[in-house]
């Protein structure tokens, strides 16, 4: 059984977990117009999985990692470069924003397994 403060702890770990890895990758941003798109497409998925261990060596609820997963990858949408992100013509940095995005849906589903075999 949960009590208040438990409750408290999961809900203010995952506010925080959510908004630093969006912060990271928002701080490293530029590294994609400096020719370093492939440092951060690994820094997406990277960030994406980490939390799912994490939460569970918190002890958290399976609630905590999928709310902060939902969070992170809508965060993530903010930070497209520009509109031709959707089109066929994309431009280099809006190319390497997608590849960043599929990278942090794959460390989304390589951190659910990581967390069902920890648990």
Same mark, same amino acid.
């Given at each position: 059984?949960?009590?208040?403060?438990?409750?408290?702890?999961?809900?203010?770990?995952?506010?925080?977990?959510?908004?630093?890895?969006?912060?990271?990758?928002?701080?490293?941003?530029?590294?994609?117009?400096?020719?370093?798109? &492939?440092?951060?497409?690994?820094?997406?998925?990277?960030? &994406?999985?980490?939390?799912?261990?994490?939460?569970?060596?918190?002890?958290?609820?399976?609630? &905590?990692?999928?709310?902060? /997963?939902?969070?992170?990858?809508?965060?993530?949408?903010?930070?497209?470069?520009?509109?031709?992100?959707?089109?066929?013509?994309?431009?280099?940095?809006?190319?390497?924003?997608?590849?960043?995005?599929?990278? /942090?849906?794959?460390?989304?589903?390589?951190?659910?397994? /990581?967390?069902?075999?920890?648990?």
């Amino acid at each position: 059984m949960h009590d208040a403060f438990d409750v408290l702890r999961n809900f203010v770990t995952t506010l925080v977990m959510a908004w630093a890895a969006f912060a990271a990758l928002r701080w490293q941003q530029p590294l994609i117009a400096k020719g370093g798109g &492939a440092w951060w497409t690994a820094l997406a998925g990277t960030l &994406a999985f980490g939390q799912w261990p994490l939460n569970a060596w918190l002890g958290s609820p399976i609630g &905590a990692p999928i709310v902060v /997963a939902l969070l992170y990858l809508l965060s993530l949408i903010g930070l497209a470069p520009d509109d031709s992100v959707l089109s066929a013509q994309a431009s280099e940095h809006s190319r390497w924003f997608r590849r960043g995005l599929v990278c /942090a849906v794959l460390g989304t589903f390589a951190g659910m397994a /990581a967390w069902a075999a920890l648990l």
